[in-house]
Structures are given as structure tokens and as C-alpha cells.
DNA sequence: TGACTGAATTATGAATTCATTATTACGGTT
DNA sequence: AACCGTAATAATGAATTCATAATTCAGTCA
């Protein structure tokens, strides 16, 4: 009902940090496109005030960048870019899965394991939308699993930074069963609960894929491989 | 001279980014308190868009909770809290020690040994006030031998947040020379260029200082121990 | 006396206005 | 025709104003 949806209204600056964080997500702002300040407030209804406010949020994300009396602009994704953010995320996915491994209970693995064997069964069929969808809930469910608030969001401020990239690489089939197989080591060690290792695994994993990223760029520069 | 100043000159936004945070970290505003928008407003001398801009920045770094209608908090310094920052912060630095030990030139070596000397110093003097700030001195250039914008920023926030807690707790002695030990091994294995076992060390060494944090605020809890 | 109601006050969220800086467009000069 | 300088325009930074929600406090009644 609308009691509590009118109890728990975000404020508006708010929701605008959600909204244009979207807007980067799925490339509908462009990295490094300059962002008309009228033109948003015009889109969503509101005055410049809140979505400035937004916007300073963003920076601080490093969504988006500002420069004084010239606006903001998307951050640019480039390979010194992903080369900075992705050992961080590693790092965080390393801690992630040392917690998960004992933090996790034996049903939160189960659905874990559910949505993996949905992912395997995405890349049987070739079907790469549900695999990167797959691939994230997965991912994800690892980090909440480490039920630590600070991680999570770390993670996620990061993830969102690299998430535009994969509207930029087309793996390749090679390191797509590369990254199948170190999933599938992910499964069995986290129903053996061995966190460690699990951890040194995923943080392997996440510079493998960082490498597959750059190599897809490298390729990608000329030829347009542009995916989803 | 003024010429660079005009040019550089952070928008009122940023500068009061700085400012607020330098009064949470240093106990000016203190953990839990209600932050008074007039009131700072009259004490830095700008109206409320700035200062309200820079709470919203503040608050996505975790420094204060915003409530709608409810005014901005400074965010409080919990048990909990410190049990979800400091695991993440020591992921953070032991990738850091990983990269350092790479990265870092001998020049910069030997000014973070000279450093962890002065560090070493104070120790023996019982000056903690210059051992603390030494050894933040430490702990700092190895992240930024990590050379990694992401990594120093992430781990600069993080840090931030539990900079306060100094401000509650008293290490004891013996928490004290087993830091000092684990220092004077961080140095033998920057020195190696050990980078693997530089990232471990000092992964267990913060968590280590979070155990004793841990210690010295259940103790604290009824006794006063506030130093500095 | 103490808890509750409701008006008055205060503080916050958001829109608007003002001032200043960047950008663009135009015209003159070489 | 290309270049430079200046004026016009547009966009941004910050202050102010307005609207609304929260808090305070006086007054009432049990």
C-alpha cells in the first residue's frame, strides 16, 4: 500500500544519484560526454539543486568528473582506467570470498550453486546476456555473503565503474571457458568452505578477466566489437 | 604567489569537503552529534548550498548520516562498525604491500626506512603522539608506492573513518612493541621486494591493531582512556 | 502532577534568483 | 580568408527564497 511507500520517500537528491547512475550504467550518458545540467533537470522534472547535489555524489564515486565552471562530464573508461580499479576489486573479491566461505549458510550456498548451474547452462547456449546476468547475481551473492556493509558498498561503487566496459569488449570463446572452469573450482570450494583459497581463486579470476579486458580493447580499438 | 592560488582555487563545495572533514576526524564534531547547518554556515561564512553539497559527499564517504527532514549526524564509532572497516582497509593494504614492493624505487624505499627510524624512535621515547603520526606517515607511502589513484583513494576514506577512533582508545604496551616488531619485518620484506608476503603481513598486522582496538574499547568502556 | 493536543517555532528540502565564469558569435584588421 | 579581440550568450557557482516536515512548548484535561 502507500503508507509506506510515502513513509520511506527517499529524498530527491536521492533517487537522482540512482537514476543518473543508470543513465551511466547502460551507456546511456557516454563516457566522457559533458553533462547539460538544464537538459537533465528538464528530463527528470526537477530543479538544479537536487541534481547538483547528485552530481557531487557521483564525482565522489568517480562516476562522473567535474571541473569547476565547466560542468561535469562521464568519467572516460580507459585501460589505465580498469587497470587501477580492477586490482582493487580483486582485492575486495579476495576478502568476499574468504568471509563467504564462513559466513554462508548451507541454504544461501544452495542458491548460489542454483544460479551457477543457471550461468553454465547460459553458456552452453552461447546465450551471453544471461551469462553476464548469471555471472553478477553470482558475484554479488559472494560479497553480500561476506556480510560486511563496508565491502559490499566498496564493491559495488567500484563494480559500477567497470560495468560500462563490458558495452566496449566481446570476450573471447577462449576466456569465456577459462572463466567457466575457475567458476566452477569457485562452487567446490565454497561447499568445502575453504576460504582462502576461495578468496586467492576469485582474486585470480578478476585479474584474469581484467587481462581477457584489455587484450578485448587492444583487438577491439579498430574492429568495432561492441556486444549486448 | 596569488596567480596560481586564483587559478586553483577549489569551488567552496570541495573546500568545505576538507574543512568538515577535518572536524570529524579531529574530534571537533564529535561521533554521533547533530550537525547545525545555520551554525556552520555562520562559522565557515557561506550560505547552505555549499555546506549542504558537502554533507552529501560526506555522507556517501560514510563521515555523517543524512535523515530526510532530519538533519546530517555525524556517523558513530561502534564496535560494529570498526569490525566492518578494518578487514576491508586491511585487504586494501595488503594489495598495496604487494604493489609497493614492486613499484617503489630505492629512494623511496630508503625515505620510508627513515621514517619507520624516527617511528622506531618514538617509540623508544614513549612519544606516541610522533609514533602515531609517523606511522601514518608509513602506512601512507606504502599505499602511494602502490601507485594506484583507486586504491589510495578507497583506502583514504576507510582510514578516515577510523582515524576517530584514536581519539578513543589506548593501546597497551604489549600491543605496542608487537606492532613495532611487525614494522620492523614489513621493512626486512619491503626491502626483499617480498611483495606477496610484504601484502600478508601487513594484512594481519592491521588486523591485529583492530583486535587490540577491540580490547582497549571494552576496556574503555567504563574507564577513560583517551588519549592525544 | 503528568500525559496529550495543537499551535508556534525551527530546521530542512527544493526551487528560484543573482553573480560570475566560460563559450560562442560577430566584426574588424591584416 | 584567416586571425584576433570584443560583445553577446549560455552555463555554472552560490545565495536567497519558498514550502514542508519536524520539533518545541504552552495549554488543557484526566
Request: proline share 2%; glycine share 4%.
Amino acid at each position: 500500500m502507500a503508507l509506506t511507500e510515502i513513509l520511506n520517500r527517499p529524498t530527491l537528491h536521492e533517487e537522482l544519484v540512482e537514476r543518473l547512475r543508470a543513465l551511466v550504467v547502460d551507456d546511456t550518458l557516454k563516457p566522457g560526454e559533458k553533462i547539460a545540467e538544464a537538459q537533465l533537470c528538464e528530463a527528470f522534472g526537477v530543479s538544479r539543486t537536487p541534481l547538483r547535489e547528485a552530481l557531487k555524489v557521483l564525482a565522489s564515486e568517480g562516476l562522473v568528473v567535474l571541473q569547476a565552471n565547466r560542468g561535469a562530464r562521464v568519467t572516460e573508461i580507459t585501460a589505465e582506467e580498469l587497470a587501477e580499479v580492477f586490482p582493487v576489486i580483486a582485492a575486495l573479491e579476495q576478502l568476499a570470498g574468504e568471509l563467504a566461505a564462513e559466513r554462508l549458510d548451507d541454504a544461501a550456498i544452495a542458491a548460489i550453486q542454483a544460479r551457477h548451474d543457471e550461468m553454465i547452462a547460459a553458456f552452453r547456449k552461447g546465450d551471453r546476456k544471461s551469462y553476464f546476468e548469471a555471472n553478477q547475481d553470482i558475484h554479488g551473492a559472494l560479497v553480500e555473503g561476506a556480510a560486511n556493509a563496508v565491502l559490499s558498498a566498496q564493491h559495488r561503487t567500484l563494480a559500477t565503474r567497470i560495468r560500462r566496459a563490458r558495452f566496449m569488449v566481446n570476450l573471447s570463446e577462449a576466456r569465456w571457458s577459462e572463466a567457466i572452469e575457475e567458476h566452477e573450482r569457485m562452487m567446490e570450494l565454497l561447499h568445502a568452505r575453504r576460504g582462502s583459497e576461495l578468496g586467492q581463486l576469485m582474486k585470480t579470476h578478476m585479474m584474469n578477466k581484467f587481462a581477457a579486458h584489455l587484450r578485448a580493447l587492444e583487438e577491439g580499438a579498430s574492429a568495432d566489437s561492441v556486444i549486448s
